[in-house]
């Protein structure tokens, strides 16, 4: 069994910054793809960022510019920092993790961007 548990989240002004942390435990073997993804209010989840075991990053273009997405491999953690914060940022966060055929999700973590 694998574990993902997040941490971050929370209120935040618009124009600031804010960065999650996620942590995978369990039986891990090795994680390939890591990413980000949220649910904004009232709408589906939706992909922020990715990024491989080897570091090769992609994401959104609504964040482009204004998140980063890097991991620890041997932490098998994944984080997200994010700045310049909007509030169309407004969702709940997960975070994901893909070994071998199987993905896992975070418990997700709310983050509120009052204008």
């Known amino acids: 069994q694998v574990q993902l548990v997040e941490s971050g989240g929370g209120l935040v002004q618009a124009g600031g910054s804010r960065s999650f942390s996620c942590a995978a435990s369990?039986?891990?073997?090795?994680?390939?793809?890591m990413a980000w993804y949220r649910r904004p209010p009232g709408k589906q989840r939706e992909l922020v960022a990715v990024i491989t075991s080897g570091g090769t990053t992609d994401y959104a273009d609504s964040v482009k510019g204004r998140f980063t997405i890097s991991r620890d491999n041997a932490k098998n953690t994944v984080f997200l920092q994010m700045n310049s914060l909007k509030p169309e940022d407004t969702a709940v966060y997960y975070c994901?993790?893909?070994?071998?055929?199987?993905?896992?999700w975070g418990q997700g973590t709310q983050v509120t961007v009052s204008s």
């Open positions: 994901y993790a893909k070994m071998g055929f199987l993905g896992y």
């Open positions: 369990g039986s891990i073997l090795s994680i390939n793809t």
